[in-house]
């Protein structure tokens, strides 16, 4: 089955500091593999997405995530950290499932991101 | 373009009523899927609609049902509430297949008491 671990409840940085935040998968079938940002009181907004193309995929807002199979990793970068950035950040896969609801996302616990001015 | 809309924001329910939350998809998808947010989790899925089908489920008891119009807007419909369904219900609509990117809406905020 198809899960995802966040390494991290809560990570902090200073502003202009590297962000790195944590994600490992399990899944038996090539995965699809999304970063979600989700700031106060919001839905999910979308940062990136894997579907076997790149390894290295860059979204928005700077960030960038790279796939490693061999370490069944998706680590989420940012070399700059904004005061902006501060919110919860999930990570996900999907695809691969033996159930007709191929395109559920199974979500990672979360890693809060805060910001030091 | 409208992205997903969701609708109430907030709800307060006591333990045993039954609750209705509302969906509008994104212009021209076809597929929704609903997520339930506890505090302090990530979304866990609930079902999944696409054309007016239900298009497979997570763990979720029965009690916790859907519906999706011809406008592929959907309906989210919980029985019997308990303390444990406080949560934020999340819905997100899409064109469907694993590859294809689920918008979020911005949620409904469900206090059962």
């Known amino acids: 089955a198809q899960s995802v671990t966040q390494l991290g409840s809560h990570v902090s940085v200073s502003e202009g500091a590297l962000v790195l935040l944590r994600c490992n998968y399990s899944s038996s079938v090539p995965p699809y593999l999304f970063w979600y940002v989700q700031y106060p009181n919001q839905g999910l907004q979308l940062l990136l997405k894997y579907t076997s193309a790149a390894t290295l995929v860059k979204g928005i807002n700077g960030f960038e995530a790279e796939f490693k199979k061999s370490e069944t990793s998706f680590h989420l970068t940012k070399p700059s950290a904004h005061m902006s950035d501060a919110a919860e950040y999930f990570c996900a896969v999907s695809g691969g499932f033996s159930d007709s609801s191929a395109s559920k996302i199974i979500f990672g616990s979360g890693t809060r991101l805060s910001i030091r001015p | 373009e409208t992205g997903v809309t969701q609708s109430p924001t907030h709800l307060i329910k006591t333990r045993g009523q039954q609750v209705t939350l509302r969906c509008s998809s994104q212009?021209?998808?076809?597929?929704v899927s609903w997520y339930q947010q506890a505090l302090g989790q990530g979304p866990q899925f609930i079902f999944q609609?696409?054309?007016?089908?239900?298009?497979g489920r997570g763990n979720f008891p029965p009690r916790f049902s859907g519906l999706q119009f011809p406008n592929y807007s959907s309906e989210l419909n919980v029985n019997a509430l308990e303390l444990d369904d406080s949560a934020l219900y999340l819905c997100a609509s899409s064109l469907g297949g694993v590859k294809e990117t689920q918008y979020f809406g911005p949620g409904t905020r469900l206090l059962v008491l």
């Open positions: 609609y696409y054309r007016e089908e239900e298009n």
């Open positions: 212009s021209g998808h076809n597929t």
